[in-house]
T-cell receptor, first 112, second 112 residues
Framework: AQSVTQPDIHITVSEGASLELRCNYS??????LFWYVQSPGQGLQLLLK??????LVQGIKGFEAEFKRSQSSFNLRKPSVHWSDAAEYFC??????????FGAGTTVTVRA | ETGVTQTPRHLVMGMTNKKSLKCEQH?????MYWYKQSAKKPLELMFV???????ENNSVPSRFSPECPNSSHLFLHLHTLQPEDSALYLC???????????FGPGTRLTVT
């Protein structure tokens, strides 16, 4: 079974600074990879996904992620964060049976 | 209405009550899911329906009973719940089982 680790429980970043959220997965085959964002009191919104092809994936809201097979990682990045990026971020991996396994999440706080 | 909607958004129920959560998707998707989100824990997949047929029951206690009358609607019937069942219950849908999932805003359930 696949698993996902998000090593950082909480990250604080200044507005305008860059952001990188780490995600490591464990899965034997080529996974489907996703990043979701959840604002307080809301459901999860899909930021981006990787199925195959180019390992650098562009998403919504200026986010991108890079799939690195050798490191079993799918880190999320944004060059310049906005106060509205404060939220909880979830990495997820899907297997050939379509089940998604989610990480425990990383909470991002943006300071002015 | 667009996307995935869930009602009610908040629910408080006693351990002897019977209630139902409703999910509706307006995306023309064929697969629907129930997840449980507890504080500080990864999302837990509960049930999966594909073309109205249940394809996954992730060892969920029988006090949770799903129903999928058509591809657009999904219910979660609740009875004799326990306080530890208090959580955010999220519904999601996808075009196909292997596609990206779109989430509703969730129902915040409190069992007293």
């Amino acid at each position: 079974a696949q698993s996902v680790t998000q090593p950082d429980i909480h990250i604080t970043v200044s507005e305008g600074a860059s952001l990188e959220l780490r995600c490591n997965y464990s899965y034997g085959a080529t996974p489907y990879l996703f990043w979701y964002v959840q604002s307080p009191g809301q459901g999860l919104q899909l930021l981006l996904k990787y199925f195959s092809g180019d390992t650098l994936v562009q998403g919504i809201k200026g986010f991108e992620a890079e799939f690195k097979r050798s490191q079993s990682s799918f880190n999320l990045r944004k060059p310049s964060v906005h106060w509205s990026d404060a939220a909880e971020y979830f990495c997820a991996v899907g297997d050939n049976d379509y089940k998604l396994s989610f990480g425990a999440g990383t909470t991002v706080t943006v300071r002015a | 209405e667009t996307g995935v909607t869930q009602t009610p958004r908040h629910l408080v129920m006693g351990m002897t009550n019977k209630k139902s959560l409703k999910c509706e998707q307006h995306l023309g998707h064929n697969a629907m899911y129930w997840y449980k989100q507890s504080a500080k824990k990864p999302l837990e997949l509960m049930f999966v329906y594909n073309f109205k047929e249940q394809t996954e029951n992730n060892s969920v206690p029988s006090r949770f009973s799903p129903e999928c009358p058509n591809s657009s609607h999904l219910f979660l019937h609740l009875h004799t719940l326990q306080p530890e069942d208090s959580a955010l219950y999220l519904c999601a849908s996808s075009q196909a089982l292997e596609g990206e999932q779109y989430f509703g805003p969730g129902t915040r359930l409190t069992v007293t």
